[in-house]
């Protein structure tokens, strides 16, 4: 599977190499009618004009997909006729550097990679340049045009881009893999944190709604059947079974606060300037926050009123919701205790928000919750990842490529005329030598993945130095023409040290290497070439390396938006993951509380149920209970076993029940399951438990032991398992139950 950083590659390189074809291509061909003469003038406008017509037309097939084949067929139809008219077109002039059509040809080759495959790539560069060579030894028999030169050079030439578009090519795919690395992490990490805010949210929905709701009929605040306690039973069942779905449009939360205010029998007095949208998540959030806070009220205030003040800001929203209750004093309430002072606060701090409580004995109680409108986005590393990868592929392909132009071409050169064209023959070979040596150490800082830094600037310059060595060794006569091969090719070492600089830069010292050279030759007086075949020859290799540093400058901006997809494709996968997963998670937790608590609420939702019997108060009282423990049970400390005796202890108290609590020893880390057994009989018997109660834990490395003696209701048998054995004690209405796990 193609990704994102290759995908935009093959998109953005096809769409460069064809502007990057139809604009030199025109320039070479159009600077040709002014510039040089043709043996036939009509037919060279004729078929220039036509060959950029017809380059034009290919563009807009190409980016409208119009066909797969044959326009490409059609363009190496075009292309060899175009060679073919040389007899026409070009004339045989040994100073003039190269033809049109050889640069317009070489240019088209040098862009096929990003447009054919490799197999049909190499097809079309040998019968293009078959067919070149054929039109040329037409037009010129024996002559100057007849260069088995230019078919090497024009096939290594297409043989190295190429290469660079493979190298490329590669290091874009490299960098889908290791953002496709990172993304694999980034989305288990983001599937474990959602499943533990998941969790919390459902703990703490549970808290404010069914927890709420059985605890209210277990205290015997509800003296028979209520409407209101049917629909909010009702409420209770939908939101433990998961159908009050977060989704990421926006709502209108002042809609959500007049719905959770309306079931609910205080008189809401309402402070509101204006409706808020906010994305759902942010809205049902507080939503479910206010639904906690009146719950409260109702339970705890000795009020029937409240204020509901709703204020929207440049950066935050605020809910407030007073009452003017008896109150209470938040510094008394213990850490154990999963109120909503606890409950809330932890709420919104991990949705990004606050919130605080603020109450006195007396003086009625605020809750103050503030949810910010924007979140600050988490930095992406992607980009540079996809951007280094990018420039490190293009880097090794100008490596490639300037290692074979010396080791290939130049040398060969070199060699060839080291008895003829130079005034001495060692400027000439410390001038290859120190071109091999700049190139290999970019290779070196290439491979270990090391900028250059400030040696960027050492090695240019040393660059322009030799440059000027290979140019005041040459024979005037020799100067620009074959024999001066370091005239263009330095360009390359410059290439390589400025590819990653920006477009101006690039192009500004490039072309004053070019200009030193040529202002050397100008004050020489000679020159191989003449002025058209000057800008001829420099135009065929500078053309090629202006083009480097623009593709340097696409692929600076494709990392960014390569990354941008990459990120909106892995949200998308990530967002997939977690609905999954949570969904599952959110089906186990329905499934946990469908033979206990789900029953009772739906009792309760129906009428069935009598909340006013002392039969249904137990229940609810064990399953609000067990509610409490499952909230214990997520906080992270010391000694989980005592933090949920204590969690069961406090909802006894709530039921009127005082409950003396002593431990002794030590314990060793229980699992849940293990801890709910030993737990399980102190919920049972304080449920019903009348008077006084008296709850302890003793333990040891080996063993621990649970023991609840209270005057209570009948017990019903709580089996053994998980390593746990029950033994229970009657006398009259006093029951001692003991809970005990040891190892074997």
Known sequence: MIGSAERGLLRQGMRYALALRVVLVALSSLASLVLLSAPNQVVTVGVVLGLNLWNACYVYLRLHRTGRFWPVLLDVAVLCGVCLSQVWTVTSDPRSGGTWVLIAMAITLITYPWLVGGWALAGITVLVVAVHYLGTWLADPGGWLVSEAVVVWTLAEALLSWGLYRFVRRSARAADRAVEREEKLRREAAVATAR?????????????????TLLMVGTGVVPGREGWLAGQAARDLREIGGADAEHTAEVDLLELLHEVAGHTSLRISWNVAKSVRLPAVDAVLLSRGVREALTNIVRHADTDQAEIRLHCGSDQVTVEISDGGKGFDPGQIPDHRYGVTRSLVERMTRAGGSAEIVSSPGMGTTVRMTCPLRRPEADDGDAKMIGTSFQRGLRWGVVVMSLAILLFLDLQRLLSNQATAYRAVW?????????????????VATWRNRPLGRWRWVLLVLVFALSVLGTVSMRPEYLIGPAHWSEGDAGWQVVLLMMDTRVGLFAVVLAAQYLMTFGMAAFAGQAALSVAGVVNATWAVLTYQLAIAMIAAVLRGLAVSSAKVARAEEQLRTAEAVAQQLHQDRKQRYAALAETAVPLLQGLASGELDPAEESVQRSCAVEAARMRRLFAESTAVADPLLHELRACIETAERLGVPVAFAE?????????????????????????????????????????????????????SIPDGDGVSISTVRNGDRWWIQATWGED
């Not at 533990?196 to 404010?208: G, I, Q, V, W």
């Not at 400027?427 to 290779?443: H, I, N, R, S």
Request: one cysteine or more.
């Open 196 to 212: 533990r805010a998941d969790e919390r949210e459902y703990l703490a929905a549970l808290h404010d709604t069914a927890s709420a």
């Open 427 to 443: 400027p000439q070979y410390v001038t290859w030598g120190g071109l091999l040596a700049v190139t290999l150490v970019v290779a």
């Open 664 to 716: 002794r020893g030590t314990r060793p880390k229980l699992p849940a399951h293990v801890r709910r057994r030993l737990t399980e009989p102190t919920i049972a018997v304080l449920a019903g438990a009348r008077g006084k109660a008296r709850v302890t834990v003793t333990g040891t490395e080996q063993n621990v032991t649970v023991s609840v003696l209270a005057a209570c209701a009948p017990v019903a």
